[in-house]
């Protein structure tokens, strides 16, 4: 997979990106990761990228043509024409399934934009997605584009080592994760669960199940809107809300 970023601080991208699974992937060649200046591309000779919106108001705007030109650079280079992905507060919020479906791409293109925004002729020309990793405003897309490359990179087969372990975690079956130990078994005066120790599989499974329900139930009850429910399961639910209950 081939991630290009089109920014005016590709050092924000390149100092970020060479760690832990993300920088080995990269050294793996299993993703190519290219931060793109948008400042080459301009025309003028100051290298001016930005100026005042027409019909006033705050700040400035990114102007429309270097980013084109990068975006028309990168497409030369690449023999096709990937998708864009502008990174706005404005876009679609960001969620464990979209990063499973641009996990699939060949090649795609984050536009990162900065000061007050983007002239929105070039986004209407270029923009095939837009995302947004949350109601909040941040000063770039960069921060942005690192937190969407890094849960896309995690999920292309052999960057993490075994597929089981993101099978169980949180989101992947629309449940939070259940709670994990290791060594010592007890632990400032506090055990691990018994049945975790029973080598007793069926019995360690529910117990995980009801966990990420429970888990589920008391930090994020929304997102158990979604879930397709087995009997045990809705036993188990009924168990946590009459505990809740009596509190
Ligand atoms: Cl994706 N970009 C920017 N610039 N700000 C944001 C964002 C993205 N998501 C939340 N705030």
């Not at 005016?8 to 832990?20: A, D, K, T, V, Y």
């Not at 864009?84 to 934009?113: H, R």
């Not at 890094?150 to 992947?172: A, H, M, N, T």
């Amino acid at each position: 997979m081939k991630i290009t970023v089109m920014t005016l601080f590709p050092e924000m991208i390149e100092q970020s990106i060479n760690h832990s699974i993300m920088g080995r992937a990269i050294q793996n060649e299993i993703v190519q990761i290219e931060a793109v200046n948008i400042r080459d591309y301009t025309l003028n000779k100051h290298k001016k990228v930005d100026d005042y919106p027409f019909g006033g108001g705050a700040g400035m705007l990114m102007m429309p043509e270097p980013i084109y030109l990068c975006y028309e650079a990168i497409c030369k280079k690449s023999g096709g024409s990937p998708r864009v992905i502008y990174m706005t507060p404005q876009g679609k919020p960001w969620k464990q399934s979209m990063a499973t479906e641009f996990a699939k791409e060949q090649e795609i293109v984050l536009l990162c934009g900065h000061y007050e925004g983007i002239d929105q002729r070039v986004i209407d020309e270029i923009v095939t997605d837009e995302i947004s990793i949350g109601d909040y405003v941040l000063t770039g897309g960069e921060l942005a584009s690192l937190v969407v490359i890094d849960s896309i990179i995690r999920l292309i087969p052999g960057v993490i080592g075994k597929q089981e372990s993101f099978e169980d975690e949180s989101f992947s079956d629309g449940l939070l994760e259940y709670p994990q130990y290791t060594k010592p078994r007890i632990y400032h005066d506090m055990e691990v669960p018994e049945v975790l120790l029973s080598g007793h599989h069926k019995n360690i499974e529910n117990f995980r199940r009801q966990k990420s329900l429970e888990n589920t139930y008391n930090k994020r009850p929304e997102l158990l809107e979604n879930i397709e429910f087995t009997k045990a399961d809705k036993k188990w639910l009924r168990e946590i809300k009459e505990k809740n209950n009596h509190l």
